[in-house]
Structures are given as C-alpha cells and as structure tokens.
C-alpha cells in the first residue's frame, strides 16, 4: 500500500492567513495541520507517502518534512501546478504508485478514528469514508438503500438525497491510475473524485465505511478553530509523530 497526501491548492478562503503559506503548514494547536492526515497513514503501517503541493510551497514542505527519515518513511515529492480537481492526484501519482494499492488522504483532513484496520484489511475495488454533516450541499454525497448500501453518489448536489459525506480519505486498488485518467472535466473544469467513486459503485466494488468519531475539514475559519480546540482536547494521545 502507498499512501499519498494532497495538500496542493491556494486556500483562498483562509486569505490572509494563506497568502505566505500553505494551509496545510498552518498550526493547529501544537503541529501543523499536515502532520494530523500524515499520522493517519503512518499509523496504517503506510512507509512510502506522495506529497502532492503547490509549485511555490515546495520548499516549505521540504524543509518541515525532510527524506520521511525522522518519521521512518520515504517521502516523494510533486507538483500539482494548478489544482484540477481531487483526481488528479492519481494522475501525478503515477510512477509513484506502480502496481500498488492506494491510499490518498487529503491535506487539511483530521479523523478523530484509528481507521488502520480499515486500511490494512483493503484487498480491492475502491473504499471511502462517510460522516454525517448539516450542511450535505457541501460535499459529495452518498445515498443509501435501506439495508445501508450505497446506490448513488452526487457531488455537492442541490437537493441532497442525504445527510452523510464522503470524507477526504479514499482507498483504491492499482486500477484508480486507468480510471482517472479517463476522466473527463466537470463543469467545474476539475476531474472530480467523485466521478472515480461513481466509477467503482457501477462496477459493484465500492465500500462505504462510517465515521464514528470527530472529523473536520479544515479549510474555513471556523473549521479551523474547531479543530484547534478539538486537537487540544482529543487527538494529544492519538498522535504518534
């Protein structure tokens, strides 16, 4: 399994505070924000990791992370000129990912869950990770059938069919590489990581696993403080970096 970060994009919505650096690189409570989703995939037993940033913080992230040899992993780096969408990770990540499976978590992401076992026990087709949220519109959603089984996925639809997300962490097997390189643009212009989800439940090999505990997008000011004050008070004993 190779894991992979994005933590690419602008953050214009955390302005000024992202105007000399990458949101990811911002502090929350007493670690940057990237070493929270890099905890995730460390404690997965994930050694090889693909940081995914913006062409002008590339040195910033160097210089925090290193070779991965602090943190006993190999860390590769990429550009994502101009961000295109959540997909095209596995376009950059090509080479990096090879004939492996895949686990890509993104940058601003923090999981109150130890989702290890779920990663560990991954043998094919796709995975993803669903919460609970109020404000669905936001996101992409998954529909249920009765029994709990997904039948659609819409990406920030207008009529919500329900109120569960899909998180920013995603499991794939080797085939994600084909699957996202056939993607075509949304009305965004973005290769939606949607579209792969969508992909993977028409072949019968998509996994909706739940979030149980606290989970937070950390790309709005609130969110942000949210997670300061959640990372205080929850996650001091969950990290292991």
């Known amino acids: 399994m190779r894991g992979i970060?994005?933590?690419?994009?602008s953050a214009t919505r955390l302005r000024p505070c992202t105007k000399v650096t990458s949101k990811q690189l911002l502090p929350i409570y007493n670690r940057p924000m990237i070493y929270y989703p890099l905890n995730t995939l460390l404690k997965a037993g994930i050694k090889e990791i693909l940081i995914i940033v913006a062409p002008?913080?590339?040195g910033d992230y160097?210089?925090?992370?290193?070779?991965?040899?602090?943190?006993?992993?190999?860390f590769t780096y990429e550009?994502?000129?101009?961000?295109?969408?959540?997909?095209?990770?596995?376009?950059?990540g090509e080479n990096f990912i090879d004939q492996e499976n895949v686990t890509m978590i993104l940058g601003d992401n923090i999981f109150e869950d130890d989702l290890s076992k779920e990663i560990k026990s991954f043998k094919g087709g796709g995975k993803i990770f669903a919460k609970e949220v109020p404000d669905p519109e936001r996101f992409g959603i998954v529909e249920f059938d009765k029994n709990r089984k997904a039948i659609s996925i819409e990406e920030k639809p207008v009529k919500?069919?329900?109120?569960?997300?899909?998180?920013?962490?995603?499991?794939?097997?080797?085939?994600?590489?084909?699957?996202?390189k056939d993607l075509k643009p949304s009305d965004r212009l973005e290769y939606e990581i949607t579209d792969?989800?969508?992909?993977?439940?028409?072949?019968?090999?998509?996994?909706?696993?739940?979030?149980?505990?606290?989970?937070?997008?950390?790309?709005?000011?609130?969110?942000?403080?949210?997670?300061?004050?959640?990372?205080?008070?929850?996650?001091?004993?969950?990290?292991?970096i």
């Open 56 to 58: 002008e913080r590339a």
């Open 79 to 92: 550009i994502q000129d101009k961000p295109k969408g959540l997909a095209e990770a596995f376009i950059i």
């Open 196 to 240: 792969i989800n969508k992909w993977y439940l028409e072949h019968g090999e998509l996994e909706v696993a739940m979030v149980k505990g606290e989970w937070i997008d950390a790309g709005t000011f609130d969110s942000l403080l949210r997670a300061q004050n959640f990372a205080k008070e929850k996650m001091q004993g969950k990290m292991i």
């Open 160 to 180: 919500p069919k329900s109120n569960y997300c899909v998180t920013g962490l995603y499991i794939y097997d080797n085939r994600v590489i084909k699957v996202a």
């Open 5 to 9: 970060i994005l933590s690419g994009g």
């Open 62 to 74: 160097l210089n925090l992370l290193g070779s991965g040899k602090e943190f006993g992993a190999k």
